[in-house]
């Protein structure tokens, strides 16, 4: 699967999944969902995360914190801790609680509020990945390009899934003159962009 995932970690992958998978077949109310990423997206962003410079590492739409279990491989193979971004109380909930039953909470913490108030407060990112509502990927993507060290990485998940909803936002980011990006077709589709130097 990759390495230093746990047990527990697994089990909270699994059941996450199958939340995640009800979810999307029974009704539940878009909000309500966990739209979390595919664990292959995960997988990629660990690896990405965990190669990226020296730093800070960023993540905006924590949901129940699935994606942040993967990352926390990252922090625990590079040193450091991922600081992940949500405002919905019942989200940050289920995060708490996937946090506690992983034993992550050492690696992975929890931001709550406004992301783009959250990453003003920031420098020094090495790697941001981007999971947010679709009105504000780009304002968080210009947020996070600015305070990119160079070769840091920035990350955009459902690029090419809900691309009907985001007209020009990707061009806008890849078309910044800091960057150099690609849409990397897995999952719902990534956006990866690395900060020139």
């Given at each position: 699967m ?6 527990a ?23 309500k ?11 990629f ?12 590492l960023v993540?905006?739409?924590t949901?129940?914190?699935?994606s ?10 590079r ?8 405002r919905?109380p019942?989200?940050m909930?289920?995060a ?14 929890l ?7 959250a990453?003003a ?8 990945f ?10 968080c ?6 305070r ?14 809900h ?14 003159p ?12 990534v ?7």
């Open positions: 990759f390495a230093g995932i746990s047990e970690m697994a089990a909270r992958m699994r059941e996450l999944e199958a939340i995640d998978a009800a979810d999307r077949g029974d009704g539940t109310p878009h909000a969902r966990l739209r979390q990423v595919s664990p292959d997206t995960g997988r962003l660990a690896i990405l995360a965990a190669a990226a410079p020296a730093g800070k993540e905006v739409g949901s129940a914190g699935y942040a279990l993967w990352l926390s491989l990252a922090c625990r193979a040193g450091g801790e991922l600081a992940t971004i949500d919905d019942d989200k909930a289920l708490e609680e996937t946090l506690r039953r992983t034993g992550t909470a050492d690696v992975v913490r931001v709550r509020g406004d992301a783009l108030e990453l407060a920031m420098d020094s990112l090495a790697f941001a981007i999971d947010a509502n679709r009105d504000v990927l780009l304002a993507a210009r947020c996070v390009t600015d990119l060290v160079p070769g840091g990485i920035l990350t955009a998940d459902n690029v090419i899934s691309a009907h909803e985001i007209p020009g936002v990707v061009e806008a980011i890849l078309g910044d800091r960057l150099d990006g690609v849409v990397v077709p897995i999952g719902s589709g956006l990866l962009a690395r900060r020139r130097a």
